[in-house]
């Protein structure tokens, strides 16, 4: 189920159905995040080099940037995935986990939840999915259509803060032995968190670490699927799109706030990657 005025949609898994998700499909992600949340049968995956075994009640939870594979479902498989965009969870992440929290969900995405949670979790997910199909928000006058918007939004953090809490409770964010690259890629992206507002060039954080700007941005490739310059642009364009949309900060202050010498520049560095200007961006939402 999709809904282009929400930034989060629902891709049931059903068994004996015909569907995108076939054995060897590979789900590639960039700009979202997402959970699947097993309720029946077996689904089998591959994240990098470790295969994961998912069962009822068992959650794997995807971050951005990660190639992961369906290896196997049973015919009776079934489940929900939320795929949620990263302009709408970056805010409520980044208030919620460190960056080094983050990096270990990448290292460890799967958790197997409890009956009482594994009920929980579903009666909410369930109840968003139900409200989403009774709304028909394209329908609404704008008045409401903005306040249904907001309630399921709402509604959305909730699942948002419940699935952080389950993780929290079933698999403790403890360190995870590392090898060189994946400690190039980890400090990578504590800096990027840090410095993404003033500092846009690679060469700055290859030379953080010593290391040439080519090797680095090839081992940021390797280990994440995107290159430096991909995770800096989507940093800096994930905050405008989200300043422009629930601020009411100007176009120039918006800029200022991200470092931008003027706001043409801005507009154009915006433009860029959106296609649209900032103005035109925010008259469209």
Not at 33 to 42: K, P, Q, S
Not at 187 to 201: A, C, D, G, K
Not at 228 to 246: C, D, G, Y
Request: charged share 20%; glycine share 4%.
């Amino acid at each position: 189920m999709m809904n282009k005025m929400l930034p989060f949609r629902f891709i049931p898994v059903e068994p004996r159905t015909v569907d995108d998700l076939h054995d060897g499909h590979v789900i590639s992600t960039f700009d979202c995040c997402g959970m699947f949340l097993c309720t029946g049968g077996e689904v089998e995956i591959l994240f990098g080099e470790q295969s994961y075994r998912l069962r009822r009640g068992d959650m794997y939870i995807y971050v951005p940037s990660t190639i992961v594979r369906l290896l196997h479902r049973s015919e009776d498989a079934q489940g929900i995935m939320v795929e949620i965009e990263l302009s709408f969870v970056l805010p409520l992440a980044t208030g919620t986990l460190s960056v080094e929290n983050l990096l270990n969900l990448r290292h460890a995405p799967c958790i197997t939840l409890g009956e009482a949670e594994f009920r929980h979790l579903l009666t909410l997910t369930e109840s968003l999915k139900q409200r989403i199909e009774q709304a028909d928000l394209e329908s609404l006058p704008m008045q409401r259509r903005i306040l249904m918007q907001d309630i399921l939004r709402s509604m959305a953090q909730t699942i948002f803060y419940e699935v952080v809490n389950l993780y929290y409770v079933n698999r403790p964010l403890a360190p995870l032995p590392q090898g060189k690259k994946e400690l190039v890629f980890h400090h990578f992206m504590i800096s990027l968190f840090q410095n993404y507002r003033t500092e846009r060039e690679v060469a700055f954080y290859a030379t953080q670490q010593h290391i040439d700007s080519r090797y680095f941005s090839t081992i940021i490739k390797e280990k994440s699927g995107s290159t430096p310059q991909q995770w800096i642009v989507q940093m800096v364009i994930t905050e405008a799109r989200q300043l422009l949309e629930s601020s009411d900060l100007s176009i120039k202050e918006i800029a200022a706030k991200l470092n931008f010498p003027t706001q043409s520049f801005f507009g154009k560095y915006f433009k860029q990657y959106v296609g649209l200007s900032p103005k035109a961006y925010r008259q469209r939402i």
